[in-house]
T-cell receptor, first 112, second 115 residues
Framework: DAKTTQPPSMDCAEGRAANLPCNHS???????VYWYRQIHSQGPQYIIH???NNETNEMASLIITEDRKSSTLILPHATLRDTAVYYC?????????????FGKGTKLSVKP | DSGVTQTPKHLITATGQRVTLRCSPR?????VYWYQQSLDQGLQFLIQ???????AKGNILERFSAQQFPDLHSELNLSSLELGDSALYFC??????????????FGQGTRLTVV
């Protein structure tokens, strides 16, 4: 079973920041938080991952709370193309990153 | 484009038949993973191969099998197909040699319809 809890759906206005929360209260010390998204039955796409520090890349920012029990994915300026299901996944670091346990994710709808 | 290639994109077959899905990983990736996505089950991990050897098994049925060849491409074989096997099948690859903590890259999937 997935070790994360996410809201089933969220809306965001185009051009605004989308903040997607994730709870992972049972996360272990060696487990990372990964975010993927899936746009309409396409293959899941990696977004970002982190251990305990906040991370930023060209797609998004990841904010992890100090106790590591929750995190927030931030899309700074959402566009219509960001409409997708977003998955928050907790897994150990190291090799074999593909062995991912997907939950139901959050369906983000970006509206004009 | 993730660099992972899956063929065919669509497949329609009858119950009881056998099909083979093919995956070419990104250049240099040693690990290949197979996932099944059906409407009621979501994305389910099936099996992982690393450099030709089975590394991890998930919820893969006995009617299903996979292998990874010396050139690192992989095939997923589905036999005695049932209506419930209709799903999207995704392949992912990761772990370039010498790297740790890299993300997985997914192909665009094969949509299997069993009629």
């Amino acid at each position: 079973d997935a070790k994360t809890t996410q809201p089933p759906s969220m809306d965001c206005a185009e051009g605004r920041a989308a903040n997607l929360p994730c709870n992972h209260s049972t996360i272990s010390g060696n487990e990372y938080v990964y975010w993927y998204r899936q746009i309409h039955s396409q293959g899941p796409q990696y977004i970002i991952h982190g251990l305990k520090n906040n991370e930023t890349n060209e797609m998004a920012s990841l904010i992890i709370t100090e106790d590591r029990k929750s995190s927030t994915l931030i899309l700074p300026h959402a566009t219509l193309r960001d409409t997708a299901v977003y998955y928050c996944i907790v897994r150990p670091g190291g090799g074999s990153q593909g062995n991912l346990i997907f939950g139901k994710g959050t369906k983000l709808s970006v509206k004009p | 484009d993730s660099g992972v290639t899956q063929t065919p994109k669509h497949l329609i077959t009858a119950t009881g038949q056998r099909v083979t899905l093919r995956c070419s990983p990104r250049s240099g990736d040693l690990s290949v993973y197979w996932y099944q996505q059906s409407l009621d089950q979501g994305l389910q991990f099936l099996i992982q191969y690393y450099n030709g050897e089975e590394r991890a098994k998930g919820n893969i049925l006995e009617r299903f099998s996979a292998q990874q060849f010396p050139d690192l491409h992989s095939e997923l074989n589905l036999s005695s197909l049932e209506l419930g096997d209709s799903a999207l099948y995704f392949c992912a690859s990761s772990t370039p040699q010498g790297s740790l903590n890299t993300e997985a890259f997914f192909g665009q999937g094969t949509r299997l319809t069993v009629v």
